[in-house]
């Protein structure tokens, strides 16, 4: 009889660990490690887009714009004054601003489209996170919940980003508008 009732604790044992192991299956060192890593890549993808943000805003500080610089009747007298350096300068102008343009354009597709690596964290963080809160692994759970909320905040400076590349390229294609009314 005793040895009957080891094997029911046993077996209830281990009936017992089994939704367990079921449920932090995402708990484990390796899923961990992968997550990890993605979350490097994450991060790694981040820092770069924000590096080639600080270099457009860094030239984009050093541009002197025309229609910032001068009114409309002030630029209107300097191409009509049909001075070829003049002239030259305000279609110099415009041509930067153009380019500048299509590069900003580029950069905030490939970040519309690159940012769902964010997202694709996040889930993976919360799989964990949901899977660990169930099998009460209290600090698993807190640190993927942490590993949530940085890529909920790099979401966030992506959008910012975004909003800012916006507003460089309204900037751009103001002083673009502003030369091509000024063309006879």
């Not at 790694?44 to 984009?60: G, I």
């Not at 910032?68 to 930067?96: C, G, M, P, V, Y």
């Not at 996170?129 to 909320?149: D, P, R, V």
Request: positive net charge; proline residues 1%.
């Amino acid at each position: 009889m005793k040895w009957h009732g080891l094997y029911l604790t046993v077996a209830a044992f281990m009936l017992i660990t089994l939704p367990i192991k079921g449920v932090s299956e995402h708990c484990r060192e390796d899923t961990w490690n992968q997550a990890l890593n993605f979350q490097k890549q994450v991060e790694s993808w981040y820092n770069k887009k924000a590096s080639k943000f600080n270099q457009f805003l860094a030239f984009h500080k050093q541009q002197a714009f025309l229609y910032q610089e001068f009114s409309t009747e002030e630029l209107s007298a300097l191409w009509d004054s049909k001075n070829e350096l003049h002239q030259k300068r305000i279609l110099s102008q415009s041509k930067a601003a153009t380019i500048a343009v299509a590069r900003l354009q580029e950069e905030g597709v490939a970040i519309h489209q690159q940012s769902s690596i964010i997202d694709r964290a996040y889930d993976k963080w919360k799989n964990i996170y949901t899977h660990c809160n169930e099998a009460e692994l209290k600090i698993n759970s807190s640190s993927s919940q942490h590993y949530m909320n940085v890529n909920l905040t790099l979401k966030k400076e992506t959008e910012s980003l975004q909003t800012k590349i916006d507003v460089m390229i309204k900037t751009y294609r103001r002083e673009i508008e502003v030369i091509e009314e000024l063309k006879p």
